[in-house]
């Protein structure tokens, strides 16, 4: 069973390939920093599963005060399971493990933005009890 904690720096580059299958190739050349500045953060935690020691799962929290309303909320930003470990529980234990953080810092709610074309991933929210959300809006500062 794979043993669900905290990333360290040292999971850097296995983290970096999960992201490559995630969809996003080019991180290798930042991850390192990357992954040392969410680390080093009070309001984000990186989750890994560890499997044979190896990294196979990673899910990133971010946590989120709202001005509104009293609790605050947790925003899981990316969440990848290595493909030949699907199906074994292991995204449900990252994901419940998160929700036990969220909990413990008094949050009212967990998000996640899933594109329409995850088919699979979307299926494994509904699983774990996520509702979809009227809108999401996205307004890109990329520099040209």
């Given at each position: 069973?794979?043993?669900?904690?905290d990333?360290?720096?040292?999971d850097?580059?296995?983290?970096?390939?999960?992201?490559?299958?995630?969809g996003?190739?080019e991180t290798?050349?930042?991850?390192?920093?990357r992954?040392?500045?969410?680390?080093?953060l009070?309001?984000?935690?990186?989750?890994?599963a560890v499997?044979?020691?190896t990294?196979?799962g990673?899910?990133?929290?971010?946590?989120?005060?709202?001005?509104?309303?009293?609790?605050?909320?947790?925003?899981?930003?990316?969440?990848?399971v290595d493909?030949?470990?699907?199906?074994?529980?292991?995204?449900?234990?990252l994901?419940a493990?998160?929700?036990?953080?969220?909990?413990?810092?008094?949050?009212?709610?967990?998000?996640?933005?899933?594109?329409?074309s995850?088919?699979?991933?979307?299926?494994?929210?509904?699983?774990q009890?996520?509702?979809?959300?009227?809108q999401?809006?996205?307004?890109?500062?990329?520099?040209?």
């Open positions: 069973m794979a043993e669900i904690r990333a360290r720096e040292s850097a580059e296995a983290v970096g390939t999960l992201l490559s299958s995630l996003y190739p290798q050349p930042f991850i390192h920093a992954l040392a500045h969410l680390l080093s009070p309001d984000e935690r990186v989750l890994v499997e044979h020691s990294v196979v990673v899910l990133s929290l971010h946590f989120i005060p709202q001005l509104g309303l009293a609790g605050d909320f947790c925003r899981i930003s990316y969440f990848c493909e030949a470990a699907r199906g074994e529980g292991i995204g449900a234990r994901e493990r998160a929700t036990e953080l969220a909990r413990a810092r008094r949050c009212d709610r967990i998000e996640v933005h899933c594109h329409a995850r088919l699979q991933a979307l299926r494994f929210y509904g699983r009890g996520y509702a979809e959300s009227p999401y809006l996205i307004k890109s500062l990329a520099v040209e």
